[in-house]
């Protein structure tokens, strides 16, 4: 099993920058580069929060859990 994030195409879908993102939600350019690639091992409840208020999406937008077999 796996989350894969599916960030980027939200920010495709709302013609947003990660770097204005990144600025909106306040962490550096260098994490949201590493969250959209899924490069992370967490993301902070209120970092979520705050993207899901400024894609205007929900979490499930923006993680989806992947069953491997």
């Known amino acids: 099993?796996?989350?894969?994030?599916n960030l980027d195409v939200m920010l495709a879908k709302r013609k947003m920058k990660s770097?204005?993102?990144?600025?909106e939600v306040d962490?550096?350019?260098?994490?949201?580069?590493?969250l959209?690639?899924?490069k992370?091992?967490?993301?902070?409840f209120e970092?979520?929060?705050?993207?899901c208020h400024f894609l205007d999406c929900q979490p499930g937008d923006i993680?989806?859990?992947v069953d491997e077999p």
Not at 19 to 23: M, V
Request: hydrophobic share 50%; aromatic share 2%.
């Open 1 to 5: 099993m796996k989350i894969v994030v």
């Open 19 to 23: 770097k204005d993102l990144a600025k």
């Open 27 to 34: 962490i550096t350019p260098a994490n949201m580069s590493l």
């Open 36 to 38: 959209k690639q899924g």
């Open 40 to 44: 992370v091992k967490g993301i902070r």
């Open 47 to 51: 970092t979520l929060s705050l993207i």
């Open 63 to 65: 993680l989806e859990f």
